[in-house]
């Protein structure tokens, strides 16, 4: 069994500031924790519980590609990138999104 663990939800409407707040070289610690609608932390700790009492569950986990060690945020934006979203304005990954998620899967079914 697949256990995707959660990720924020992201407040819409910052999604489209990406871009301009890059260019004004702005506190992007500041913007990345004001992209961050809903903390995913009480859910990931009922995945953990989950997942550590079940013997066939696989977590799929996204935080490793979504979680910027450095600052501590979340950053669903490539900053080398120019700002390059990948995520939707509905809380979906977009093309690039999927991109940068795709070697989990590749990771799942070689194993399997």
């Known amino acids: ?3 995707l663990t959660s990720i924020p939800e992201i407040e819409h409407s910052h999604i489209e500031m990406i871009v301009p707040t890059m260019k004004k070289r702005e506190n992007l610690i500041k ?3 004001s992209f ?3 903390s995913p932390e009480s859910a990931r700790r009922r995945h ?3 997942i550590e009492n079940c013997d066939r569950c ?3 986990d996204y935080k490793p590609l ?5 600052t501590d945020t979340w950053r669903f934006y490539d900053e080398k990138n120019n700002g390059l979203s990948y995520m939707t304005q509905v809380d979906h990954l977009n093309y690039h999104g999927l991109e940068l998620i795709r070697n989990v899967y590749t990771n799942i079914c070689r194993k399997l």
């Open 31 to 33: 913007f990345d924790k």
């Open 48 to 50: 953990s519980k989950l």
């Open 66 to 70: 979504f979680w910027n060690t450095t």
């Open 36 to 38: 961050v609608h809903t």
């Open 1 to 3: 069994m697949f256990i």
């Open 58 to 60: 696989i977590p799929i």
